[in-house]
């Protein structure tokens, strides 16, 4: 596998950052994931961790190089993850009906082929010869209203239940999974996960901006999105990938600093910070005792190192 992955998230102009994304590789599987933790719930970026932190354990344990199932992978995790935060809610008393809730959007590439899973409004582009060829359709009121003719995509854009979603992971309402068919991935081929502060100026340039190298086009892409958001801008987050062609050489593949050695428990995963503790009426102490004790999990229950 030959890929290059470029990614970011950023405040925007909230008090704490509760997006969560993370990707992670085998020997013959990549995946992505993306999480935006709903800010109308307490601890909405403790939600997002357990989705990042999940998918790197079980991605970990089970591909081992591959996945047996990519659609079958995805779907149960979105399922399991729901419990985990109720789980989570429920150790530390709080109704499931205020839950910790996040969206979410997660990608598997195994085989040359691209399958993608998606719950709320976090969002997925493929993006081919500067056009788009699909994207996921969002779990969303504006989206529910737009699909029944009721507006356009231009009203769309500033009605007053945009950012109301009608799915979610977390909460008492068990959520609605859309899973992908599985798409093959050509050379120059480019995947974007995001979250809505990416997206929601942004829709119709994204195919044309992410055209050029992902290093160069990624600030440039959070540049925009931030200044449009405005000054209660959202928070940002994007997860890129390039497909590349097969290397001709060992050297060439050698060369290639996207592409790491195999590690089961290899993962990147971006953003910590807690959610501020003025808010939640938690202390600072509490919630990052709240993400240690999903580390330490995590940790205690990673699977051994083969050996050859």
Known sequence: MQFKVAHESRIGRRANNQDRLAWGQSEQAVY?????????????????????????HAFALEARPR????????RRMMHLIHEAINDHASMRA?????????????????????TWAHVGDSRLYMIRNQRLLVRTLD???VQALMDAGEITAEE??????????????????????????SREMLPGDTLA???????????DILPVALSRPLERALPLIMDQAEQLNG?????????????????????RAAMEVSTRP???????????????AKELDLSDAEIMSAIESIRTNLKRNRPPETTK
């Open 32 to 56: 992505l994931v993306v999480a935006d933790g709903m800010g109308g719930h307490r601890l909405g970026e403790v939600a997002a961790q357990l989705v990042v932190d999940k998918f790197a």
């Open 67 to 74: 996945l047996d199932d990519p659609t079958r992978f995805l």
């Open 94 to 114: 709080i109704p499931v009906s205020d839950a910790p809730r996040t969206t979410c959007v997660a990608c598997i590439i195994q085989d040359g082929r691209a």
């Open 139 to 141: 779990h969303s009121r």
């Open 156 to 181: 769309a854009l500033v009605h007053p239940q945009r950012n109301l979603v009608t799915t979610c992971l977390g909460g008492d309402i068990a959520p609605r999974v859309d899973v992908s068919i």
């Open 193 to 203: 996960l995001c979250s809505d502060g990416i997206w929601a100026h942004l829709t």
């Open 231 to 251: 000054a209660h801008g959202d928070n940002l987050s994007l997860l890129t990938l390039r497909w590349e062609s097969a290397p001709k050489s060992a050297n």
């Open 262 to 276: 195999f590690d089961p428990s290899q993962t990147v995963i971006q953003n910590l910070q807690p959610e501020s």
